[in-house]
């Protein structure tokens, strides 16, 4: 049971480039989510979904996009990177109800 | 709209002193209330959490209880270790949006031998 999985670790791109954040989860959990922890503002939420095929926005998603083809699997992906989204990224999911969300490991974006 | 405010860090203690990390909250209703750890490098892991008033959470020496009266979520410790150096969040799941969590802004405790 891996829990919450994340790749890559670490990834540096160039302002305009585009590219896909991966997040996998084997617990069978409903909910998944996207948030990002830039300094002095804690974590805020990108995207989530509540179930394969069903995704919604968050507080902060221009800029991203999110599908849920499966229950597993959760990718971010960056349209055309900008300085604005070096940060780095947390996947996290949970179970019905209001349990408690297990995070990923993160991924650290530096766009330069 | 749902919201938390912790106390701004870094907070500097000596070992085996006694912490308090104050977070307070706005919220409709009955939220669930969280405080969740990040040591350096890692992700969020959750420490403790409570859902409804005047419930205790508690885990590994550290203890918050939900205070409705007063819409707090005090974390507290009674003799910190260097090994809790680390970031904490308090954070907020609503009964309006029970799926999304709102954080504080975290706080860094550094516990000194």
């Known amino acids: 049971n891996a829990g919450v999985t994340q790749t890559p670790k670490f990834q540096v791109l160039k302002t305009g480039q585009s590219m896909t954040l991966q997040c996998a989860q084997d617990?069978?959990?409903?909910?998944m989510s996207w948030y990002r922890q830039d300094p002095g503002m804690g974590l805020r939420l990108i995207h989530y979904?509540?179930?394969?095929?069903?995704?919604d926005q968050g507080e902060v998603p221009n800029g991203y996009n999110v599908s849920r083809s499966t229950t597993e699997d959760f990718p971010l992906r960056l349209l055309s990177a900008a300085p604005s989204q070096t940060s780095v990224y947390f996947c996290a999911s949970r179970g019905a109800g209001r349990e408690t969300q297990y995070f990923g490991p993160g991924t650290r974006l530096l766009v330069l | 709209g749902n919201s938390v405010t912790q106390m701004e860090g870094p907070v500097t203690l000596s070992e085996e002193a006694f912490l308090t990390i104050n977070c307070t909250y706005t919220a409709t209703g009955y939220p669930s209330l969280f405080w969740y750890v990040q040591y350096p490098g890692e992700g969020l892991q959750l420490l403790l959490k409570a859902t409804k008033a005047d419930d205790k959470g508690s885990n590994k020496g550290f203890e918050a209880t939900y205070r409705k009266e007063t819409t707090s979520f005090h974390l507290e410790k009674g003799s910190v270790q260097v090994s809790d150096s680390a970031v904490y969040f308090c954070?907020?799941?609503?009964?309006?949006?029970?799926?999304?969590?709102?954080f504080g802004s975290g706080t860094r405790l550094l516990v000194r031998p």
């Open positions: 617990m069978n959990h409903e909910y």
């Open positions: 979904s509540v179930g394969a095929g069903i995704t």
């Open positions: 954070a907020l799941s609503g009964m309006d949006s029970s799926y999304k969590l709102i």
